[in-house]
């Protein structure tokens, strides 16, 4: 990415292992700007890295062709935020099952293929005699997303990067969506990528959690320990910032940001998140921080606050 001439880096020394089994729901979290759909991007093979590796199975993504690029593309499936955008508005809704079953020879006969369709649709609580025929006008965006869900675990993917899937239907449609997530999870041993800037629904939902800003990771750990026991100044903040369901409290509406400038600097040299941190140290704007193991291997983040005999640098023995 390029700004005013300059390099951007929209994601650095990020580092992700998702295990086989058992199935996980791993949430990358952070505010527009982060990193987090470039990361989507890139796990998809839609972008190439400009450094760095994604591996599967121990191999390079990069360098996957014939029937093992095509055994990726299946096993590892998306849902994205829009579920409007996703349709082809010229073609019935069964279109988007039957290109998917036609592309990756899942059914040799058309009772075969209807038969996989209606699995995958009783998945999502729909059925096939009420969706397949219509346009996808006709439509809610729930009952879309809804669909995009089917048409995933339609190939019984291994991983789900599920990028927003809840964040453009109405509040009562997400906890239908989240639900179905989280029995993909435990029923049909699905691993999920979520990618939020909603707090709330990655806490409800999610087994671990990393949270960006910047491009960079600030703190990663169990999900329920970095949001209720917060450690780095900008999840602190993140956290802070959800309003308390109090009338007798008054929201603070002013928010300070540094200059273009200040940002721009601390992006290259030290911390990115010093220009905003009311913590920050001379040594912020030198070196960006290392990940600091805090509480064993249950949360870990990136702040010299917690540099010290007390805390060890991840990758590094605490002896050292």
Known sequence: MWRSGEPVVALQDFSL??????????????????????????????????SGEI??????????????RLDYRRKVQAVFQDPYEVYNPFYRVRRVFEVVIARFRLAGTKADARELIEEALRVVGMRGEEV???????????????????RAYLLKPRLIVADEPVSMVDASLRAMILDIIVRLRDEQ???????THDLSTAYQISDAMHVLYQGSVVERGETVVVIEHPKH??????????????????WKTEVEWPSEEDAQSHTQTGCRFAPRC??????????????YKIDGARQETACFLYEGDRWSVVGKNSDE
């Not at 996808?136 to 009952?143: A, C, D, E, F, T």
Request: glycine fraction near 8%; include cysteine; charged fraction near 15%.
């Open 189 to 195: 041993h699905v691993s999920f990528l979520y990618i």
């Open 278 to 291: 009311p913590h920050r140290m001379d040594g912020c704007a030198i070196q960006p921080p290392p990940l």
């Open 17 to 50: 292992s998702i295990p086989e089994q058992p199935a996980t729901i791993t949430t990358i979290a952070g505010e527009s700007g982060s990193g987090k759909t470039t990361l989507a991007n890139a796990i998809l093979g839609f972008i190439s890295l400009t």
């Open 132 to 150: 397949l025929e219509k346009y996808p006008h006709q439509l809610s965006g729930g009952q879309r997303q809804r669909l995009m869900m089917a």
């Open 55 to 68: 591996l599967y199975k121990g191999q390079d993504i990069a360098r996957l062709t014939g029937p093992r």
């Open 233 to 250: 100044p900008y999840v602190q903040l993140l956290i802070n910032s959800i309003p308390v369901p109090d009338p007798k409290e008054k």
